[in-house]
């Protein structure tokens, strides 16, 4: 398998475990279980939400490692960074979430993570633990990028509320989303050291 498809399998199951994450903290109630064929729609819109997340989740990261590619001679054009500012501002446009500070943090998430994933390109190993490994060599070196990793998305949560607006149900989902992300970050950290 070619390590940008390794990298590309092993975000969207991160990106699936945080979702399924999300949704186990918000169990279905238990009167639904008594409706004939309710568990079949919940099953459904189950799916469809980590199917969403996973496409949300993934639109930074599919950026970056475009980018790391094109950076690493993989890539059959070069991709630029105003080309990279261009996709976000139509992404961002087309969830209604144009404006110029989430713009920002997306492009930091983009570029933090390009350099990530063009570091992993280059490294040696058959998995993405391998590969990670290989890479920063140690707990502590891949801590750092993780930290970096999170203030930025921090950046971006601090954003999304200034254009959503600050309220308790997107604070929560915001929250439980950074729960299950530095939750998962950790076992993966634990998993490869």
Not at 133 to 148: C, E, G, I, K, P
Request: proline share 2%; charged share 30%; glycine share 4%.
């Amino acid at each position: 398998m070619e390590k940008h498809n390794m990298i590309l399998a092993a975000e969207e199951q991160f990106a699936r475990e945080v979702t399924l994450g999300r949704i186990v903290k918000r169990p279905m109630a238990v009167w639904s279980y008594l409706i004939p064929g309710m568990f079949i729609i919940d099953y459904l819109r189950r799916g469809s939400a980590i199917r969403l997340y996973t496409k949300h989740f993934m639109f930074p990261r599919n950026l970056a490692l475009n980018m790391a590619r094109s950076m690493s001679g993989v890539a059959e054009k070069k991709i630029e960074t105003s080309q990279i500012s261009k996709d976000i501002s139509t992404g961002l446009q087309s969830l209604k979430l144009d404006s110029p500070n989430i713009q920002k943090a997306l492009e930091k998430i983009v570029h933090l993570l390009a350099d990530h994933y063009f570091k992993l390109i280059k490294s040696e190993g058959n998995d993405y633990c391998q590969l990670i490994r290989n890479t920063y060599q140690n707990r502590r070196a891949f801590q750092s990028h993780l930290d970096l990793l999170m203030d930025a998305e921090q950046e971006a949560d601090r954003a999304i509320l200034e254009k959503l607006g600050d309220t308790e149900k997107v604070r929560e989902k915001l929250s439980i989303e950074r729960q299950q992300i530095e939750m998962r970050r950790r076992n993966l950290a634990g998993e490869i050291f």
